[in-house]
């Protein structure tokens, strides 16, 4: 493994998939400057996501024409392009529609790095390999809402997207350095569809996968606001508890990839989604401050965790030829159901009854389904 190859691929990971959680420590303030409910708000994630879900959809589709090394590298200059966008929006109809191009091109990144980091791991080590790697995901919510708690007091919201823009461009030199030349392309993913939707063990693992970022991505990206307007709290201390209560969930991910290679996925998935859905409604119930903290940072953890096994189970499960497309499914069918679609309906269902009736229905369902994953296979190289 070339691991300077490595840590510039963690790098970038580490800013692309801080693109989706960028909007929701500056939700309170664009709420006030734009004068939105909390459900117009909470479209903003829904954006984002949906432009996720279009360019993972086309995913095997684009690495099979470009290869992946030009895809990871179109990814990046068209993200940080369009967050310069974000940052000199006007309304919130040209913030929305600056954020439907960002997420549209981080949603390119993902199936196509995972491509490359696998085919330079042998398959009993890609658990490890893919965990250590999205380590970067892990503590990129961390580290946004504590860059958020930092600038908000001092300066407006636009400037935490125009860092990132910065950011992302210096990490595109490291990259085309230490990147590992690919042999060949995917092949065009004709039938991968067919044959990912009706895969008993990929279907399961999408529906754990959507409960799994209702209950962190998406609650993630309305717990500022939650903290605000039905807590009470400062923006600053909201945006500095959600930021340090993800902390310990930085190593999660490589905790449940190691855990994979040993105990294989029905364990490790099926635990992660469980304890995931639980911990959202002690967030809801408790109303203790230390007991909140306590259910956040457990939350975090098992949901971090989930997603970097379910990559590497993924990669287990079907063939290196189709691996990005199915990651692309699997992954847009996740955003598009718990993460575009669940922050606008937990912003109404605030609106209309609370804000805890909302999170409290998301994790109930989650505890509710997690025993399915007794039926995922534990095979290698076809989806069974």
Not at 301 to 330: K, S
Request: proline fraction near 5%; charged fraction near 10%; aromatic fraction near 10%.
């Amino acid at each position: 493994m070339n691991y300077r190859f490595l840590l510039a691929a963690w790098y970038l990971w580490f800013l692309v998939f801080g693109t989706r959680a960028s909007v929701s420590p500056v939700l309170p303030a664009v709420e006030d400057e734009f004068h939105l409910s909390h459900g117009a708000a909470g479209s903003l994630v829904m954006v984002m996501g949906i432009g996720n879900v279009g360019m993972f959809l086309a995913a095997g589709l684009v690495a099979s024409l470009l290869g992946y090394r030009r895809v990871l590298v179109l990814s990046v200059t068209l993200a940080a392009g369009f967050l310069t966008l974000v940052s000199l929006a006007p309304s919130f109809w040209a913030m929305a529609g600056a954020l439907f191009l960002v997420g549209a091109s981080a949603g390119a990144f993902l199936p196509s790095m995972l491509s490359i980091l696998t085919a330079g791991v042998p398959p009993h080590r890609w658990g490890t390999a893919i965990g250590l790697f999205d380590t970067a995901a892990s503590l990129s919510v961390v580290a946004i809402p504590m860059l958020a708690s930092v600038l908000l007091p001092v300066t407006t919201w636009r400037w935490l997207f125009r860092i990132m823009t910065g950011a992302l461009v210096v990490g595109l030199g490291p990259f085309l350095l230490t990147a590992p030349p690919v042999q060949g392309r995917p092949a065009l993913p004709r039938g991968s569809l067919r044959r990912t939707f009706g895969s008993r063990s990929l279907l399961i693992l999408i529906l754990l996968w959507v409960l799994c970022t209702a209950n962190s991505m998406a609650l993630y990206s309305i717990m500022p606001l939650y903290l605000v307007k039905a807590r009470g709290m400062e923006i600053a201390l909201a945006n500095s508890i959600v930021g340090l209560t993800r902390l310990p969930s930085v190593l999660a991910p490589i905790l449940t990839g190691w855990l994979l290679d040993r105990f294989g996925g029905r364990v490790v998935l099926g635990g992660g989604t469980a304890v995931a859905g639980g911990a959202s409604c002690a967030i809801a119930l408790f109303r203790s401050f230390p007991l909140l903290v306590a259910a956040m940072v457990v939350n975090a953890v098992a949901a971090n965790g989930f997603f970097a096994a379910g990559l590497a189970y993924i990669a287990r499960l079907v063939g290196p030829r189709e691996q990005a497309a199915t990651t692309g499914y699997v992954g847009a069918t996740g955003i598009l159901l718990g993460f575009s679609l669940m922050p606008p309906l937990l912003g109404v269902v605030a609106d209309r009854l609370s804000f805890e009736a909302g999170i409290i229905m998301a994790g109930g369902v989650t505890v509710l389904l997690s025993p399915l994953s007794r039926w995922l296979d534990e095979g290698s190289g076809t989806a069974g």
